[in-house]
């Protein structure tokens, strides 16, 4: 007798497993947006040089305010076992979940992606169908202050595959969110371009000349823009202090990221 298969076990692939997570919530109409590593799988568009290619371990997405209790409930009917302990602590604005067969965790965002910095989300889940816009995908993951190779080549992976500007068309970065976002915060500022400079193509690292040119290019042109953007005055005076003050949050490990 043939074993049964469940269909609403979490996929082994887990591009594929995002994008059924997806699917359904559209179904259950829970705006859902997928960020972390395997977004940027998504905006594959098209051949990547080998070094920016990467495996991806979770999956990380971020829900609508007001709607996590059916995302909750859309989760545990694809086969996903809450965290209950760290649910009921910091349910209000995180939750997290486990794909046991796979080995995998789901990270829900509730409106709001803190980590070393905090950005607000929740009015821009519409701005692509399946994903954070890329904007805000690399301001995610520029956010770490303790940033590793994956942050790095994920970002690096972004700017290949995206024009930069303003009021650009289509899928691009918007300069002018990136340029919003840390005019306002002197700490947002300061960890983004630390990181930013980070993306700078290594000598080590074999890039296609092309494709390092393309990156190079592109970081330049957001370096440009924000250090040219007028800043608040809340941003001046926290820039006074400057490094002697702790400008970020260490966020709690809780998993593989």
């Not at 595959?161 to 650009?168: D, E, I, T």
């Not at 306002?184 to 890039?207: C, E």
Request: aromatic share 6%; net charge neutral.
């Amino acid at each position: 007798m043939a074993a049964m298969v469940d269909e609403d076990a979490p996929l082994a692939d887990i591009e594929a497993e995002a994008a059924r997570l997806l699917d359904r919530a559209a179904e259950a109409k829970v705006l859902v947006r997928l960020l972390g590593g395997a977004a940027v799988g998504m905006h594959r568009h098209g051949p990547r040089p080998a070094v920016l290619d990467r495996r991806y371990g979770d999956i990380d997405v971020v829900v609508k305010k007001g709607q996590d209790r059916g995302l909750k409930r859309l989760l545990g009917e694809l086969g996903y076992v809450p965290n209950r302990s760290f649910n009921n602590l910091h349910g209000d604005r995180r939750l997290l979940f486990y794909d046991e067969r796979n080995a995998r965790q789901v990270d829900v965002f509730i409106g709001t992606f803190r980590m070393c910095h905090t950005l607000e989300l929740d009015d821009r889940l519409e701005m692509h169908p399946q994903t954070l816009a890329p904007a805000d995908l690399l301001l995610t993951k520029l956010q770490v202050v303790k940033i590793n190779t994956k942050d790095i080549i994920d970002a690096q992976a972004l700017l290949l595959g995206h024009q930069v500007g303003s009021n650009l068309i289509g899928d691009a970065i918007d300069l002018g969110r990136l340029v919003r976002v840390t005019s306002r915060d002197w700490g947002w500022y300061t960890t983004f371009t630390d990181n930013l400079a980070r993306l700078m193509p290594d000598v080590d690292m074999v890039l296609p000349p092309d494709a390092a040119a393309q990156i190079g290019g592109r970081v330049a042109t957001i370096q440009q823009a924000m250090v040219g953007a007028p800043k608040s005055l809340q941003w001046k005076a926290r820039a006074a202090v400057g490094r002697r003050v702790a400008w970020y949050e260490l966020p709690e490990e809780i998993g593989r990221g």
